[in-house]
């Protein structure tokens, strides 16, 4: 199968909508097209992700990015865009992902006797706060406490974040309006010598 | 009645419609000249520009695992996306080879415009610090031009294109004919005044090839950002809607894409070009084109593929070899060293709405000038894109609300990366070869090339100056990178037919004409001498200009 194939295909289940599919003419998007609806589906089955692991990955996401005065990754769908996005990613990948969720709940069971999704939230607080930080202090001289907690909790968190920060959730919580970035750069507005101050490029002089 | 293109007579062929060969089609065809432009990708329309399109949209959010399978090394480009990566290169289909120690990257695109589709836009002319640079240390050959020669195509080109910038006054970057520059952040500009007060070194606002004022027809930016993914109001400077367009309005043009160029044919017994073979990418058939000169503006790499693809009269593989010199010489410029921090005492907060200046900082060539100390672990020198803003921290550690929070916070960074000048040396080179083959059964390309001594040397002088420019801003938690990238990386290959006087010495004249055939030329980045360290897309449009010129004067009076 070639790449533009691929592609048809990757539209047509994606959009039920075709882009040029012919050798030597253009890819063009449809109009109105948007993949990201596709995730929000009544009937959405995860096609990588068992349905312990898809838990997992929604408890998860609702830790790591939760609903503050905007949502958060739960209802972002962060769970389903990562089950597509690794469903087309390398053996390696995916395995890599898996390996991280199964520290995750092995820990949880060694520490709190039960898979991480079904202990107590603030265990689960408890615990991701001991991932979340890289072990390298040294109090008492010499620090080389191997952490692997901390590597998958990173893994966990990048992909998350990532699902999030790029969902049209995650765009409006950084202030995106819904409209493209348009204007003029102006840059600076400051009176020309605002930032000659002997410190720093302190901007009080407004104006 | 319908006329097959094929069988027309041209008066010249050119190969390639990126940033050079789209100059040549439009200086040529405005002279009355009758040129068939050779393209191997297909046409490009502004309804596959996806610039005003948010990721969430796309099925993988622009991080596309597909690339992964057909473009495993265009994919290394930051322009080769989920968006427009059928403008790039099939990996599968265009392979070439390396030795196993010598990794290159070529990234390359086939389609109308080219590279000029995604190019970095930045815009800087070359001086006689670059011309002359052998004059200047020793090292390699001067050019056969000088810059009084260029100056007057700089010029012409500045004035088409629509270049914004900032005049400087530097020797070192002669300054050229500016749309109205770009504005600095507040961060840019304390950092410009303190390294000029504490070092002396110019910074200035990044020349580039992006309207800040309507120009020549095309809309001022409307400061977006994604350039790389197109641009409806043509903002940029990309060959198919400017150049090649200018090209085909004059009835003298006529453009044939799908046309994946093998190599080129002499007159029977002459040493003379008689056209071109090229296969067509969709059929797969091969097909022949005749001409009265043919110019390659394939981009370096290819363009020399061509030549050493094609035969001389007495029947040897390397059109215009008598020197040995073809394929030599490839430089490509060094990369690697950078710096990082944040500046402190500016609140700005960062925005997802924009507006977004698709341009940076440029600092100015400061070692080895006219005017500054030799430095003693190198020679040539290196300048610096960066810029300075806020931005969202999505880096902050931790998890939950604090996490979040930070993101959107952000920080006020600073960030300043290294191009430094590539030595020409003969042990990196390019040859056929012997047994791999395009999809299209063409011969590809062994490369073999590193970086050496000297550019090692010279990016990490580059971080170390990175980093101390960045404290004399005071900015802290900064970082450095010395380590030299991939070669390839910086995507301006460059040298490999060198023009120059001496025909023992080089392979083509100042016109870039091929010294071996008097109706051949190499009018793009391959006809380099040095590479300066200033990115050579500028000086290459202005070197195809000057060439045309020539070559037009030629017709004229019955030379070809």
Redesign the interface.
């Known amino acids: 199968m070639n ?2 194939e ?2 048809r295909q ?1 539209l047509l289940g ?1 959009a039920g909508a075709s882009a040029a599919a012919v ?7 449809p109009e109105g ?4 609806k596709e995730l929000a589906r009544a009937d959405w089955k995860p096609v990588f992700f068992d349905n312990h692991q898809n838990e997992t990955v929604i408890v998860l996401s609702d ?4 609903e ?1 005065e ?1 949502p ?1 990754a739960k209802s972002a769908l962060a769970n389903r ?1 990562l089950d ?2 690794l469903a ?3 053996r390696e990948t995916q395995q890599s992902f898996r390996n991280s969720l199964a520290y995750i709940d092995g820990e949880a069971r060694k520490r709190y006797k039960d898979a991480f999704i079904h202990i107590p939230k603030e265990n689960q ?1 408890e615990f ?1 706060t001991l991932l ?2 890289p072990h390298t202090l040294e109090t008492w001289g010499e620090s080389s406490e191997d952490n692997p907690g901390h590597r998958h909790f990173e893994d966990l ?1 990048d992909w998350i ?2 699902a999030f ?4 959730a995650g ?1 409006r ?5 819904g ?10 507005q ?1 009176r020309d010598d ?4 002997p ?5 009080s002089n407004k104006g | 009645m319908f006329a097959d293109p094929l069988t027309q007579t041209y008066d010249v062929i050119v190969v390639g419609s990126g940033a050079t060969g789209g100059w040549a089609a439009k200086r040529l065809s405005e002279a009355g000249i009758r040129v068939a432009l050779l393209e191997a990708g ?4 502004p ?2 520009f ?17 690339i ?3 473009r495993p090394i265009q994919k290394q480009c930051y322009a080769c996306m989920e968006y427009n990566y ?1 403008w790039f290169v ?1 990996d599968l289909e265009n392979p070439y080879s390396t030795p196993k120690d010598k990794p290159f990257t070529w990234q390359r695109l086939r389609i109308l415009g080219g590279r000029t589709l995604v190019w970095g836009r930045q815009s800087y002319r070359m001086s006689d610090l670059d011309f002359k640079a052998y004059s200047h240390d020793g090292y390699g050959q001067d050019w056969p031009v000088s810059y009084k020669d260029i100056a007057p195509f700089y010029d012409i080109v500045e004035d088409y294109v629509g270049i914004s910038g900032a005049a400087e006054g530097n020797a070192a970057l002669p300054d050229g004919r500016f749309l109205p520059p ?9 950092f410009r ?1 303190r390294v000029k007060q504490k070092l002396g070194r110019t910074i200035t606002i990044g020349r580039t090839a992006i309207l800040t004022r309507n120009h020549n027809g095309r809309l001022a930016c ?4 994604p350039c790389e993914r197109g641009c409806v109001t043509f903002s940029y400077f990309s060959s198919p809607f400017t150049t090649v367009k200018d090209a085909l309005k004059t009835g003298n043009c006529t453009l044939i ?2 046309a994946v160029v093998a190599h080129i044919n002499l007159e029977k017994g002459e040493n003379r070009a008689a056209g071109v073979t090229f296969v067509d ?2 059929s797969h058939r091969t097909k022949e084109i005749k001409a009265k000169a043919v110019i390659v503006c394939a981009q370096a790499l290819e363009s020399t593929r061509i030549l050493l693809n094609s035969r001389t009269r007495e029947g040897t593989m390397g059109l215009g070899n008598s020197s040995g010199l073809l394929g030599k010489g490839l430089m490509d410029h060094c990369t690697g060293a950078a710096a990082s921090g944040d ?6 907060t ?8 698709a341009n940076g900082i440029y600092i100015i060539r400061f070692r080895n000038t006219m005017d500054s100390p030799r430095h003693a672990r190198f020679i040539r020198g290196y300048g610096y894109q960066g810029s300075a803003g806020p931005q ?1 921290d ?1 880096d902050a ?5 604090g ?3 930070a ?2 916070a952000g920080t006020y960074g600073i960030s300043v990366g290294a191009f430094g000048e590539c030595l020409a040396r003969d042990d990196n080179f390019v040859s056929i070869d012997p047994e791999l083959k395009d999809a299209w059964g063409i011969p590809a390309l062994h490369i073999s090339m590193t970086q050496g001594e000297n550019e090692k040397a010279m990016m990490e002088d580059a971080a170390s100056a990175g980093a101390e420019m960045l404290e004399a ?2 900015a802290k938690n900064i970082r450095v990178h010395s380590a030299l990238a991939e070669p390839g990386m910086a995507i301006h290959e460059l040298g490999i037919a060198r023009m120059g006087n001496d025909p023992k010495r080089s392979v083509t004249d100042q016109w870039t004409q091929l010294h071996d055939v008097p109706n051949v030329f190499a009018m793009d980045g391959a006809c380099f001498v040095s590479s300066a360290c200033q990115n050579p897309t500028l000086t290459m449009m202005a070197i195809a200009v000057r060439s045309c010129d020539h070559l037009i004067q030629r017709f004229k009076r019955n030379e070809i």
């Open positions: 790449r533009r691929l592609f990757a994606a050798a030597g003419q253009a890819r063009v998007f097209y948007d993949a990201s830790l790591i990015i939760p503050t905007t958060g865009f597509e996005l087309a990613e390398t607080i991701l979340a930080y968190k974040s990532r920060w790029t969902s049209e765009m919580a950084i202030g995106w309006n409209e493209m970035p348009h204007g003029v750069f102006t840059g600076c400051h605002a930032h000659n101050g410190e720093t490029g302190s901007q | 297909r046409e490009v329309t309804k596959e996806t610039e005003h399109m948010p990721a969430f949209k796309l099925k993988y959010r622009n991080v596309s695992p597909e992964v399978k057909t059928d099939n770009m504005a600095m952040t507040c961060g840019e500009i304390f005044d409307h400061y977006c950002g894409t799908n990418r969709i500046l402190m005492g500016f609140h700005e960062p925005s997802a709405n924009g507006p977004n200046r969202f999505f550690q931790g998890f939950g609300g996490y979040k929070q993101v959107v801003a005071g």
